[in-house]
């Protein structure tokens, strides 16, 4: 069996015994973590595998890798702070704060429409490069002269990149702070975790670059054109990592992305550390669209910049390859895996992350 390294408290034996299964697979190359909390307290947190393809570099404690969409659930909270400080309202049109954004009818398009991809704008209409993603002004110029593809709130189109930019934005105006840094100086820096939306330098060497899928599955509309196209190994680019693409490129491993969201599942706080009032975390289970995502092809039920899981008071988002994160209220409980091999079969959530979730509530007591 796959040698592990961390922690693991003996009730989650069965989380890492699929860990070490999962890196055992047939097609495991690369390496992953996992880590749970329950009730603020972290019970599991484990490594193994490899940093590089070649499996040359283990995967050590830091080792931090491109979580693609698991960097929404960061943006959606830092919305969420604000919102609950009173400076931003989710149900107010994203042109109170954005005035621009207003033209070509999206006057209409409210905050929570935004974090619900029910916005209308799941990409930008004109032709772009991996490499206009990194220029903020171009990507939300862009964006403020577009005219939304249905009418805001009645739908809804997983807006991968645009979200990021749109609620990126909103954040800059009433901040004066760009996304990554009011996340790094509001959210990872007070709760001491190790992760990043716009990677510096100096962190470049614990990076396990992302392996591509084998065999890339096709989920979008093929009568609706995505701009740009993206592509697993622009992630392993200096340009990349160095920009702020805040639906995208967050950079970090599990222990980080279940720190920072069990905030949610623990009324506000982890380790004394305040972020969120009670009902300012309540608010991201507050159900805005229930339906059949044009663009994922599969019914979703979306509150405020999360997934919310149909059958209990919980919820989640998942990274193109494998990452995820899942928060249980009533559980206090946070579950995060993330990977650098990717598995692409078309949907949110693959069976190795899913198997991590599955044995954390298994783990907790009856």
């Not at 209308?120 to 002004?137: I, N, R």
Request: charged share 20%.
């Amino acid at each position: 069996m796959a040698e592990l390294h961390g922690t693991c408290d003996e009730r989650f034996g069965e989380v890492r015994e699929m860990l070490a299964s999962s890196l055992d697979s047939d097609d495991a190359v690369g390496g992953a973590s996992a880590a749970v909390y329950v009730d603020g307290e972290r019970v599991v947190d484990l490594w193994g595998g490899y940093a590089d393809a070649e499996r040359t570099i283990p995967w050590q404690r830091d080792t931090i890798t491109n979580v693609w969409s698991t960097t929404k659930p960061m943006t959606a909270l830092c919305a969420l702070i604000l919102a609950d400080r009173g400076e931003l309202d989710l149900t107010a049109p994203v042109a109170a704060y954005w005035p621009e954004f207003a033209a070509e009818g999206k006057d209409r398009v409210q905050i929570r429409h935004v974090l619900s991809h029910t916005a209308g704008l799941p990409t930008f209409d004109a032709p772009m490069t991996v490499e206009d993603l990194y220029d903020w002004e171009k990507a939300t110029a862009r964006l403020a002269a577009q005219t939304p593809r249905w009418e805001p709130g009645t739908e809804s189109g997983y807006h991968v990149l645009t979200q990021g930019y749109l609620i990126g934005e909103v954040v800059r105006r009433i901040t004066g702070r760009t996304l990554g840094t009011f996340f790094a100086e509001e959210v990872a820096g007070p709760l001491g975790a190790d992760f990043h939306i716009g990677l510096p330098a100096e962190h470049d060497h614990r990076v396990a670059p992302v392996i591509p899928p084998s065999a890339p599955a096709g989920s979008r509309r093929p009568d609706e054109p995505f701009h740009p196209e993206i592509q697993a190994a622009d992630a392993n680019t200096t340009g990349w990592r160095r920009a702020e693409i805040p639906a995208a490129n967050g950079h970090g491993n599990a222990r980080s992305v279940a720190a920072i969201q069990s905030v949610l599942a623990c009324g506000g706080t982890l380790g004394g550390v305040r972020l969120l009032s009670p009902a300012g975390c309540e608010r991201a289970l507050e159900e805005q669209h229930h339906g059949t995502d044009r663009y994922l092809g599969t019914r979703m039920r979306y509150g405020m910049g999360y997934a919310i899981q149909g059958d209990r008071r919980a919820c989640y988002w998942g990274g193109w390859g494998g990452s995820l994160v899942f928060v249980d209220f009533d559980a206090r409980m946070t579950v995060a895996y993330a990977m650098n091999q990717m598995i692409d079969d078309g949907g949110l959530v693959d069976d190795r992350a899913l198997g991590i979730v599955l044995a954390a509530y298994g783990s907790l007591p009856t």
